[in-house]
């Protein structure tokens, strides 16, 4: 499965962008799907992650009541919506997708998930 991230692009502090996360070929539908980002210089850390049954979502904490993550079932697309952007969100954001149905790592681990998107660069200028 090869994911297709995109939406990024250069927006101005406090503004908005949606990401969206498409796979190339159906995916399984069990496990998780999250976005992840990589600022310059910066390790991969967690943005946010929603099981595919749409149950529960989770945010890492310097993006909670910001950023806003979704799924389309029928288009087996995943979104994640950002507003209040700032400067520090600067950064390639990677969509990643888990399809085991059970997983011993939490959602925000990076080794929880089987694949990986390109990374869409979402620039925020001050």
């Known amino acids: 499965v090869q994911l297709q991230a995109s939406g990024g692009g250069l927006v101005q502090d406090g503004g908005s962008l949606r990401l969206s996360c498409t796979p190339s070929?159906?995916?399984?539908?069990?496990?998780?799907k999250g976005w992840f980002r990589e600022g310059t210089g910066k390790e991969r850390e967690f943005v946010a992650a929603?099981?595919?049954?749409?149950?529960?979502?989770h945010y890492a904490d310097s993006v909670k009541g910001r950023f806003t993550i979704s799924r389309d079932g029928a288009k087996d697309t995943v979104y994640l919506q950002m507003s209040s952007l700032k400067p520090e969100d600067t950064a390639e954001y990677y969509c990643?997708?888990?399809?085991?149905?059970?997983?011993?790592?939490?959602?925000?681990?990076?080794?929880?998930?089987?694949?990986w998107g390109q990374g869409t660069l979402v620039t925020v200028s001050s």
């Open positions: 990643a997708a888990d399809i085991s149905q059970s997983s011993p790592y939490s959602m925000s681990s990076p080794l929880r998930y089987d694949y």
């Open positions: 070929s159906r995916s399984s539908n069990g496990g998780a």
């Open positions: 929603i099981r595919w049954s749409g149950v529960s979502t």
